[in-house]
């Protein structure tokens, strides 16, 4: 039996949303805002303006990348971008970085974070929390490579369940929280000034995590049906979806809770219920974070491994990732291969350190892959665009200029990690030749 070359097109545009949603949301809206509101100097109407600034960039980056997905609707997603527009090398240390450490040091969080919640039902020694972690990921794994359709479902599910505690969550705040009317009356009273607005930055820093991942939907371009239609609007759909998901959550928070227990937390939704509903609703909180962190791993699965089997087929990866498996027509081991080193990262636990040194990378190539939509309109000027940017040029250079903000923020409060993060991007330099040179006859 001749193996397939291409991953089947099962994915239509209410998976495509779902995958985004699913996907960014993890433990960030279960534990941020307490940070937000406590950097935003206590002013739950400046915090709620940081959450819709981060929702926004999140946006225009979305729309960008909507333009670049229609265009190319392809497994690989950024990395398939960045090559189109600026060359394989840059491509590859896109690629590189993510196997290395983002994608799967994101798995190896999500699945550590996924143990500590599990020990709230089971107490866990340190290395029972680590086999929980890794036999979290083998589950996601095994799901992904019996098939694209089956893992789209558990998303859509495990999406469903974890946005309707939220939202829930959310309503029952403003409908029996009594602390509407003190979180109004303390909305917009801080004045205005340097260190607010610092202290605001340092805020936007972590909303703009809550929101990481709505980018990795594009490796799904590959899988989708009539994707010049669908793409566009499930990524634009879905980031819009999460804006407001997560202001309704904080407008919860704050209803139940009010600025100050909100601001001095860091378990903010088990705090929240616990004064809504007592005690023992607070622990089914925790099973609530279970599903969530699952769903976000399950997300990555389903997309990240799509970028490796697009560098395998180029010829700068394992070649065996560039197979399709014969009868479940997915990238398995393109998908065992990523499971396997997050399992290690897990066990090892040098996730954390990686993940801290390259995790501002992420931006830095997403805007590097949203900058590639000038480069292919001024080199490609008459190529199909079913779907173009609006307010072009001005929404893809403000996401430009924003991911730029934040790499360079970076460089700025972590010196030493942003070079140590940078050492490891450019490492992928010379395994990058070393591939191209295996390749030559």
Do not use: C
Request: aromatic share 10%; net charge positive; no cysteine.
């Amino acid at each position: 039996m001749n193996t397939p070359r291409d991953l089947a097109r099962t994915l239509d545009q209410k998976d495509l949303v779902l995958v985004v949603i699913g996907t960014v949301i993890g433990s960030g809206i279960w534990l941020v805002p307490g940070a937000v509101l406590k950097s935003s100097s206590g002013d739950p109407g400046l915090a709620l303006v940081v959450w819709l600034v981060g929702g926004i960039f999140s946006l225009l980056g979305a729309l960008t990348f909507a333009e670049l997905g229609a265009m190319y609707p392809d497994s690989g997603g950024s990395y398939t971008y960045v090559r189109e527009a600026f060359g394989p090398l840059p491509a590859f240390l896109l690629g590189w970085t993510l196997f290395l450490a983002i994608n799967t040091g994101s798995m190896a969080t999500l699945a550590v974070a996924f143990a500590t919640y599990a020990g709230e039902f089971a107490p866990l020694g340190t290395i029972a929390r680590r086999l929980v972690a890794a036999a979290m990921i083998a589950v996601v794994a095994a799901v992904n490579i019996r098939g694209t359709r089956q893992a789209a479902s558990v998303q859509n599910w495990s999406t469903g369940v974890k946005v309707g505690v939220i939202l829930a969550l959310a309503v029952s705040g403003l409908l029996l929280g009594t602390q509407g009317g003190a979180t109004a009356s303390r909305a917009f009273t801080v004045p205005v000034s340097g260190s607010v607005l610092s202290g605001a930055g340092v805020g936007l820093l972590g909303v703009l995590w809550a929101y990481e991942g709505w980018v990795n939907v594009t490796n799904s371009a590959g899988e989708a049906r009539d994707p010049q239609r669908t793409f566009a609007r499930g990524i634009v759909i879905g980031t819009a979806a999460l804006v407001a998901i997560y202001l309704g959550a904080n407008l919860g928070y704050l209803a139940a809770l009010g600025p100050d227990q909100v601001a001095g937390t860091q378990r903010v939704a088990a705090d929240a219920v616990r004064v809504l509903y007592g005690p023992f609703a607070a622990k089914l909180i925790g099973a609530a974070v279970l599903v969530s962190v699952f769903s976000a791993t399950n997300g990555l699965a389903l997309t990240s491994p799509r970028t490796y089997f697009a560098m395998a087929r180029d010829g700068v990866f394992f070649s065996r990732l560039a197979e399709v498996h014969p009868r479940f027509g997915t990238p398995a081991l393109a998908i065992l291969a990523s499971a396997v080193w997050a399992v290690f990262l897990t066990l090892t636990g040098t996730f954390e350190q990686l993940f801290t040194y390259v995790v501002f990378a992420s931006w830095l190539f997403a805007g590097l892959a949203a900058a590639g939509v000038f480069v292919l309109r001024r080199r490609h000027p008459g190529a199909p665009r079913p779907f173009r940017v609006p307010g072009y040029p001005l929404t893809p250079a403000l996401f430009v200029a924003a991911a730029s903000i934040v790499v360079a923020n970076t460089f700025v409060a972590r010196p030493v990690q942003a070079l140590a993060g940078m050492g490891i991007v450019l490492l992928g330099t010379p395994v990058y030749f070393s591939w191209k040179r295996a390749r030559r006859p």
